[in-house]
């Protein structure tokens, strides 16, 4: 069978992929594993990011530059994206660009020493880790990939900050997913939600594409949307991208949520790819499965009759709380989420096509959490409970299909993320291990939420305002910085130049596999002083032999 493999290392400052045809894995058994591979990451986008659009963290000036000449100089820059690269070059150059901005701490002086060590540690890593993972597919491959498996949820208010309007649109934002599009052939899918989405109306007399009623404490109360915003989303966003609208539950009033689903199909012709009802509702109106679904089931079922869809049309849950574990007890059962609320009956007028399922690895929310959620544990904790396959198996898989799962919401740090944490290259390695990882688990998409101004989402939370700390890029200058683009960005671009054209590529998590819990468990007890390898595989069976 005609497979291409590759493999994609994540290490503490390390990231790059390989990948070979089908045989050649069992005679590359030479001292060094990475001497035969063909190392792939996408440092020639990154560099010209760096260079046009403005990566950097926290600010430039030297150490940008020192990065930047670096790259230049230690980096073959002619080749195009699929030229293999020196394996050294690319460790290398991440952990100087990561060093030299600053993202990551300790690692600024004596480069050229710490990138050989670096590489050294790296090898003999990947050699106590048998780098040449299996030729075949292995049982533990995914299903195949869906092609935008990195999407996007952006916050419903903040929307039109980030895209901009038709007559003034944001170049940044329409460049950067453009770049992923361009990769794939498939654009990114978007989200527009969370807990605005919640206090959303629809005027269609309004002329400006956006209002937000914001109060004299600072709060943002409701936001009001006309014509203009489904404009902008069609015409500002890659063409054909697939929108998920995120409807009004919480104002519990039906014809204000079907006059905002109304609109978006008008405004959005083909674009929607699905409604949803609520944003994560299990943390309003203390919600059961049976009370949820009492409300869901007949809104949806109306939506869809006043709309004429012949199909299931839309996304469930958007639940914030993790799933409890172990997953088969009564406190478990009792949680709201796809699992119990397709046993309350939920689909029973089968408009169900998707299931979602939020996840926030640390929280800034509260002071409690805010003293964990450190830049260390953010590398060294990935753990990634929030799915819980055994759960969704026999459910949500089983009644809607094995690409139904998607977690229509996350990031690193939730109330807006953390500056020092989730605005450095630490977080770019933990969101491309937590997207492989996902869609190991035959997670589908991953929509990563990019959030604005929120100054009182929560009463306690450490943030007071400006754009999220966790954001990809900031559209517009705010109160946290000038626009720029973040490290996290070179992520989202790894795994499209990962997918790329590819349309049955496989997934498994080679090293150190899956755990029984589902769990990501890094090595050497998350020692972050020697690094945390983990090694994922690609199979393409459908790529002929090279
Ligand atoms: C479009 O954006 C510009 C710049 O922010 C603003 O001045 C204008 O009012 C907006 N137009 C609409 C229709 O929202
Ligand atoms: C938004 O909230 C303000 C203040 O409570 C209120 O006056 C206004 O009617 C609300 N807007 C909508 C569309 O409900
Ligand atoms: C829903 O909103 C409309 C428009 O504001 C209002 O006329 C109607 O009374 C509301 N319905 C409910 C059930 O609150
Ligand atoms: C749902 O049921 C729970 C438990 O009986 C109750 O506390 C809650 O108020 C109900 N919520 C709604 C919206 O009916
Ligand atoms: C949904 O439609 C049914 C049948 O027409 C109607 O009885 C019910 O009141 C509607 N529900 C809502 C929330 O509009
Ligand atoms: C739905 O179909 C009916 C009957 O064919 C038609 O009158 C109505 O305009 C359609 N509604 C939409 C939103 O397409
Ligand atoms: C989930 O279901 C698939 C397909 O039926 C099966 O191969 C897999 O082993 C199951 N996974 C778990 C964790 O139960
Ligand atoms: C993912 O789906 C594939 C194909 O159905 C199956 O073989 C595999 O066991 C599934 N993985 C998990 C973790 O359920
Ligand atoms: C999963 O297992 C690991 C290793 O045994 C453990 O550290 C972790 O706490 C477990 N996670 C949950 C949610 O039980």
Redesign the pocket.
């Known amino acids: 069978m005609p497979v291409l493999f590759k493999l994609a290392l994540l290490k503490l400052y390390a990231a790059a992929i390989r990948r070979f045809p089908a045989g050649r894995g069992t005679s590359a058994d030479t001292s060094d594993p990475l001497s035969d591979v063909d190392f792939y990451f996408p440092f020639k986008d990154l560099q010209s990011q760096i260079q046009s659009a403005n990566i950097l963290c926290p600010a430039p000036g030297g150490p940008y530059d020192t990065a930047l000449s670096l790259i230049t100089t230690n980096c073959p820059s002619s080749g195009t994206d699929n030229v293999p690269i020196n394996p050294c070059c690319t460790q290398d150059m991440l952990k100087d660009l990561a060093g030299a901005v600053g993202c990551v701490q300790g690692s600024d002086t004596s480069l050229a020493s710490s990138m050989q060590s670096a590489t050294k540690d790296f090898i003999q890593q990947c050699q106590q880790a048998g780098v040449n993972g299996p030729p075949t597919l292995p049982e533990t491959a995914s299903h195949t990939l869906h092609p935008s498996l990195a999407s996007f949820s952006i916050e419903t208010a903040f929307f039109i900050m980030y895209v901009g309007n038709t007559t003034s649109p944001n170049i940044l934002t329409r460049d950067l997913l453009q770049n992923i599009k361009d990769r794939i052939g498939i654009p990114a899918e978007i989200r527009i939600g969370g807990i605005t989405a919640d206090s959303t109306f629809w005027d269609p007399s309004l002329e400006a594409a956006i209002f937000n009623f914001v109060d004299n404490t600072g709060a943002l109360i409701n936001t009001t949307i006309g014509w203009e915003f489904w404009d902008a989303a069609r015409e500002l966003l890659p063409e054909g991208t697939q929108i998920t609208v995120n409807l009004n539950l919480e104002s519990l009033n039906f014809t204000r949520a079907l006059a905002v689903a109304?609109s978006a199909?008008?405004g959005l012709p083909n674009q929607v790819a699905a409604f949803e009802i609520g944003n994560e509702p299990d943390h309003y109106f203390s919600f059961t499965a049976k009370n949820y679904s009492n409300i869901w089931e007949p809104w949806s079922k109306n939506i869809s009759s006043?709309?004429?869809f012949t199909t299931p049309k839309f996304q469930l849950a958007a639940t914030a709380d993790d799933p409890l574990w172990p997953y088969n007890t009564i406190a478990a059962d009792a949680q709201l989420d796809c699992v119990s609320a397709l046993a309350a009956g939920v689909d029973d007028a089968n408009t169900v096509e998707w299931c979602s399922e939020h996840t926030y690895q640390y929280s800034v929310c509260d002071p409690t959490r805010t003293a964990i959620a450190t830049l260390p544990n953010l590398m060294r904790n990935i753990i990634f409970i929030a799915v819980s396959n055994f759960r969704l198996n026999n459910t949500v898989r089983k009644q809607l299909g094995s690409q139904a799962f998607v977690i229509g919401e996350y990031n690193s740090v939730s109330c807006s993320g953390r500056d020092g944490v989730s605005n450095t290259f630490g977080q770019a390695l933990w969101l491309l291990d937590t997207i492989f990882y996902a869609a190991s688990l035959n997670v589908s998409r991953l929509y990563l939420h990019q959030g604005g101004p929120l100054a009182l989402q929560s009463a306690t939370q450490l943030n007071k305002g400006g754009f999220s700390f966790y954001d990809l890029w900031y559209p517009i200058d705010n109160l946290n910085g000038p626009v720029q683009v973040f490290p996290s960005y070179s992520a989202y671009l790894f795994v499209a130049d990962t997918i790329g054209s590819s349309r049955s590529l496989k997934i498994a998590n080679i090293y150190p596999g899956r755990q029984t819990n589902e769990s990501t468990i890094t090595t050497a007890g998350g020692d972050t002083s020697s690094g945390q390898l983990v090694i994922y595989g690609f199979w393409d069976e459908s790529h002929p032999t090279g």
Do not use: I
């Open positions: 109304e199909v008008q006043a709309l004429n």
